[in-house]
């Protein structure tokens, strides 16, 4: 998954505007499922374009992180405790210490 998104990242680089980005975000809006709002969705890709590859730190969300089960609905989810993964991923940005972590993972 995680070189589908820098592929992803790549390929959106190279459209090269915001403008396109912008559009190609709205008209491929229905195709993936997330919970961005639309707005949330062009900022990212906004901030895409600033970016390159060696900007970007992987990690994963894994147990005991999260834990993934099947709802009611039948539907595959994962849960897990908020603070616990925001202290995680403020971890993995900004390091142990609070600064930013350089460097891939």
């Known amino acids: 998954q ?3 998104i820098l592929a992803i990242f790549e390929k959106g680089k190279s459209i090269g505007s915001v ?34 590859s060696t900007n970007i730190t992987m990690s994963s969300l894994a147990p005991p992180l999260i834990e993934g089960g099947v709802i009611d609905t039948g539907a595959w989810v994962y849960i897990g405790d908020m603070a616990t993964i925001t202290a ?18």
């Open 88 to 105: 995680f991923l403020q971890e993995a940005v900004y390091g142990p210490e609070g600064t930013a972590a350089t460097g891939s993972g």
């Open 19 to 52: 403008g396109r980005i912008d559009n190609m975000i709205v008209a491929l809006g229905g195709s993936a499922q997330t919970s961005f709002r639309l707005e949330e969705q062009l900022t990212l890709a906004r901030l895409a374009l600033e970016m390159n």
């Open 2 to 4: 995680m070189q589908v």
